[in-house]
DNA sequence: AAGGTAATGGCACCGAGTGCCGTTTGACAG
DNA sequence: CTGTCAAACGGCACTCGGTGCCATTACCTT
């Protein structure tokens, strides 16, 4: 008894097939959050614009403010994979800069569109409060990788501390990225995980470094 | 035309005298939400055991979610006040540390009424989002003034890499707080804020300090 | 007593989100 | 071709948070 639209691309036993996608749903919806703004398009617009029913909206997005969060879940997994690929002699701070940096990496087809996204994210109130329930996930990501490597338990202070700060600075760096229109994303991400790394012991007025 | 109960206790040129008080609504909230969660309790509920209108509710809290909040805006001040007493001497990090700690310092009495408060913002999840816009004041004041440290922008990436990382740290300790009974606050706060300073750069598996 | 002012609280309304349930659409078996 | 099962759809009704509007109440001042 699914409750969901069928996301995977499995033969379906049976069954209708589903009216769209995600996806589809998400760039309608997002035409929509920049003509009116995100607070004024209502789900019923989006359902309508999508030609779907209000209800059925609700089955493919567990909330108006997952949409602009694509398939979060999957990115994770990626991330933890390349947290698994990390040398064992590579230290922690330096795996921890490596991974995070190549996470966000986004080609340049892409760039637009997930400017779009994390302008929504970062700026719409409603949207950077729900991030911080998404943002949970990664920090779990990170704080395994931590607690494993230094062979501690997960919620122990330590990789707790680390894997919020290393989530604060790469916000930082996402939210200079979306301030400065020419920034590179990697670059900022590097020099702000490189500050947490040397722990902010900055000599002066002139240390930040900016890169191509 | 005031839109709000008086908070103040200005003396009042004319007017019919509030009901109540911001703070007689929270206790008799925080009453309800443990008896029956968060969620489950309605804001007419709060109302209602409160002796006021549900319509009256909304003009001494802008929403549910704020009613663990307090005078956060009054505790800023608090916090701002620190930092400009501050010595010009010393480094940015040490001031940082000194100050959190400081500001995190809560007496013995009012412990126990901290910890709930806490324990609501930190775990239920509509409060864990909200937490964010609160945040958001928090880190303004940490980069405020380490931007007037360095002799930068306040929103240069450096001021606001370590304004999230600060609060990340905080954050954690908190959260290990409330997950340790016998812990102290102040000490956790230290720790984090010292492992922050530091660059994460531990030494082995033993590291974490304990303390008082 | 009169007038001004501030707080109250009822009412109607909107939008997000949920449970329920009948309907539609497909795949597959006979 | 037909029956059956499974999955997706979408309408309906309902709850709850939040807001605009506005008449009412209570207090202070003159």
Chains 1, 2 share one sequence.
């Not at 790469?170 to 790394?197: F, I, K, N, Q």
């Amino acid at each position: 008894m699914p409750e969901v639209p069928d996301q995977t691309n499995a033969p379906a036993r049976g069954g209708r097939r589903p009216a769209t996608t995600r996806q589809e749903i998400e760039h309608v919806a997002f035409g929509l959050f920049e003509d009116r703004g995100f607070e004024l398009t209502t789900v019923d617009d989006i359902a309508a614009a999508a030609g779907i029913g209000r209800r059925t909206f609700f089955r493919y997005f567990p909330s108006k403010n997952d949409v602009p969060w694509g398939d979060f879940h999957g990115e994770l997994d990626r991330m933890r994979a390349r947290f698994a690929g990390c040398p064992a002699e590579l230290p922690v701070m330096d795996a921890l800069r490596a991974v995070v940096a190549g996470f966000n990496r986004i080609d340049q087809a892409e760039e637009r569109w997930h400017r779009r996204r994390m302008t929504l994210i970062l700026t719409v109130p409603a949207l950077q409060a729900h991030a911080t329930l998404r943002y949970a996930d990664w920090r779990r990501v990170v704080a395994e990788f931590v607690a494993a490597r230094l062979a501690l338990p997960v919620d122990d202070l330590l990789p707790q501390a680390l894997a919020h700060a290393a989530l604060g600075v790469a916000v930082a760096a996402y939210e200079r990225w979306l301030a400065t229109p020419g920034a590179g994303l990697s670059a900022l991400m590097e020099d702000a995980l490189a500050a947490l790394a040397s722990g902010f012991q900055v000599r002066g007025p002139a240390t930040t470094r900016t890169r191509g």
